[in-house]
């Protein structure tokens, strides 16, 4: 909570008119200059406020205002509210750049483009802090000044930090990793080359016999059975 009460110049009118605390103890709690609080209790100043009662809303309690009035070196503490209100969390969104810079987002845009294409529109965003539509219209080559952008790096412009630059690469290069280049054929290993086949260790010679030999065997068979057929 803060040291200052809710609505200080109604606060310290009210507690002009309705106590006899000093003007340096109204300065203090309402964070006031002593002048200011004087012009009020003259009449100078503060002229149609109306005075908000801090009692009412539980910044101060009647014995703190009795204690001050008894004690003038005695400074009112500020109550602390019983209602305790959820702190929201802060939503993400995209970097602000200044004016000045944002002139200069399309161009850290191309550049981010063509030397980093594994980026995802979301990292360019968090990085530049732009929109969908124009790194799309970069893209395409449709911004309205597409004719006379170049390429510039977002660091050397201020648009983020070397550290952030590399943080979003890095990631992107986890997430898609870079696919394999064809490099063409290639010899063989000489593992390859200089193996011997269990086929080679064999004699040749033998398949040739083999062969042969059922080659006139089936000869001499069909051989037979014309003689035979002849003599009858």
Partial sequence: MSNAPLMPKATAVWLVDNTALT???VADFTKMHPLEV???ADGDAAQGIKGMDPISNGQLTREEIERGERDQNYRLKLQ????????S??????????VSRRHERPSAILWLVRNHPELKDAQI?????????????????THWNASTLTPMDPVTLGLCSQIELDFEVQ???KEKPAATVYGGATLLPASETTRKDELDDQPIE????????????KLKTIGG????????
């Avoid at 969390?89 to 200044?98: E, I, Q």
């Avoid at 033998?206 to 065997?217: G, I, R, S, Y």
């Avoid at 014309?226 to 009858?232: F, G, L, N, T």
């Fill in 23 to 25: 003007f340096d103890q």
């Fill in 206 to 217: 033998k398949h040739d016999d083999l062969n042969v030999d059922a080659v006139f065997a």
């Fill in 38 to 40: 004087r012009a009020i």
């Fill in 125 to 141: 965003m968090r990085l530049v802090g732009t929109t969908k539509t124009t790194i799309a219209s970069v893209r395409d080559r």
């Fill in 89 to 98: 969390a802060k939503k993400k969104g995209p970097r602000y750049t200044p």
């Fill in 225 to 232: 059975k014309k003689i035979d057929e002849d003599e009858e």
């Fill in 80 to 87: 602390e509210s019983k209602v305790v209100l959820p702190t």
């Fill in 171 to 173: 990631r992107a290069a």
